[in-house]
């Protein structure tokens, strides 16, 4: 029986790219409506965990069920729940705004007024009223992570997937991004989310620790900082960064 | 196949917006089609000659005018012996030479047989063979001439009276320009769409677009519609100018044409996005695209007949879907022919078409693995 409460859940989840293990028996439970950020150092795992449970990837081994839906067996399904945002800025910079907006409407099959409707919702949610007939590729770090956010919102995904969406962002509108976030799961959307910002981190409900692709603590900021032995968070971080590389030194 | 529209109406939106794209795409059959029809002439004309005239007599003189009536030759000098000759035509500044020696009125006179040497640079056999096949049209004629004056009669004992039907003027321009719709189409239909898919997925807009429930048909079909208008433009380009600059024909019903040309247009974009879903970047995919283009010029019956090929190239030429629109262009433009002598390449097309556009479906992942 899958518990309404719970929207993601994996179980075992690995992956590995040739000899490579990027993901290693990763179990984690996310509650409906949760802000929940993955932290870890380059290239401990976090972006392949987000590309897996978005169906972007298969799995080697395990399983994961995303909205009531089984990743492995229906990935096709799964994408109609969700919205991505990856690091790199995806949406078409040579289309304006209201353009990218309209072309991922329909293909999230919104049709006829209801498409219409449902983009003027999005647009004053994110504020782009005064951007909407400028090109993509002509706008700042902010507005793009803005109008990214709004083409993944527009069928009002029950969990949206933000990889590293801070990225090369000014910190204003790195706040403004967060209080946005912060609205979106008042209203019941749960968001996961990587970043490398420790003050983001603690903006999340919880965070999970990721490192060398095994999850190595999971709770709130606090508890994860002590779980490790640092004093707050980022000092957490720079003695797993650290213990991270000495144990890369000693294999080589 | 409801997403179709919105991937159809952004991919136009963006063929829009890419200027320098769009002219290249509307410049390429205007230049093509006046540097092939302008400048490669396969009848080959006035290939300098000199001349060695060593009896100097009117018969040697008429000779020479004779074989610069036809057309073939034109004489650049004359000169005064065999080693002055053979210079010339080693420097290339002549082509041909023709070489009268002085016994040659006398022989004529006597009734023995008189002869001419023509000296031809055979390096490029294309203008030797004219010159050769040129040079015994006239010794041929001037013997006729002779011989039915010693017989006091002007009847023929036999003539082969030849009709060249469909091109009586034998003029390549009308083998060539409907040949270039399909050269022309072939190129920039296969080449636009071997970007399609690795752009996206250089710029980074592939990930977006395959994290949506957008079907890989969709996807695909999407992607090279607004195509398709593109390439019956450049047709209608191409017989335009065709038939006003180089008075090429237009014999049979150009809607058929247009239909036929339809299916060769779709099968060349599935050409193309089937390369893209076997490179990984742009650059790998002009590649590709361009090794493609030349066996398409070369094998297809485009310039050279195929009839003349060895078994093997004319296999693989029959794997070009180009090489089945050329009969259909040449057919349909200068025979005028219809459905019942062009119902199978028809099928040929449209079975290329189906098939590419599946294999390249198939071929594409909507994962990053």
Known sequence: ?252 | MKRFGPMFRKEFIQMRRDRLTLGIMTAIPVIQLLLFGFAIQTDVRHIPTVVLDESRTPTSRELVAAFENTGNFRIVANVDGRDALDEWIARGDAQAGIAIPHDFPRDLARGTTATVQIVVDASDPLSSQAALSAAAGVAQMRDLAILSAAAHSTELPLEARVRPRYNPGLRSANYIVPGLVGVILTITMVLVTAMAIVRERERGTLEQLIVTPITKTELMLGKIAPYVGVGLVQMTTVLILGRFVFDVPLTGNVLLLYSIALVFVVASLALGLFVSTLVRTQQQAMQVSFFFVLPNILLSGFMFPRQAMPAVFQWIGALLPLTHFLKVLRGILLKGVGVPELWREMVILLFFATVLIALSVRRFQKTLD
């Open chain 1, 1 to 252: 029986m899958i518990d309404s409460a719970v929207t993601v859940e994996t179980r075992h989840l690995t992956r590995r790219f040739g000899q490579v293990v990027a993901v290693r028996d990763l179990n984690l439970t996310i509650a409906k409506g949760e802000v929940f950020g993955l932290l870890g150092p380059n290239g401990s795992g976090k972006t392949t965990t987000i590309r897996m449970l978005c169906g972007l990837l298969a799995p080697s081994e395990g399983t994961a069920v995303v909205a009531g839906v089984d990743v492995v067996q229906s990935p096709d399904l799964i994408k109609e729940r969700i919205g991505y945002m990856s690091q790199r800025f995806g949406l078409y910079e040579d289309l304006t705004v209201a353009e990218n907006m309209d072309f991922f409407a329909g293909i999230y099959g919104l049709e006829g007024p209801g498409r219409r409707g449902r983009i003027a919702e999005v647009v004053s949610f994110l504020g782009l009223n005064r951007r909407l007939n400028q090109l993509a590729g002509t706008l700042s770090g902010g507005w793009k992570q803005r109008l990214g956010l709004a083409s993944a919102l527009m069928h009002r995904p029950p969990v949206l997937f933000l990889d590293e969406p801070t990225a090369g962002v000014d910190p204003a509108a790195r706040r403004g991004f967060w209080t946005t976030i912060t609205a979106l799961a008042e209203q019941g959307t749960t968001v996961i989310v990587t970043t490398h910002y420790m003050d983001e981190a603690g903006r999340c409900e919880r965070i999970g620790l990721m490192s060398q692709g095994h999850l190595i603590a999971l709770g709130t900021a606090d508890e994860v900082a002590k779980h490790v032995g640092g004093k707050d968070l980022e000092d957490a971080f720079i003695i797993l960064q650290e213990r991270d590389e000495a144990e890369q030194d000693a294999k080589s």
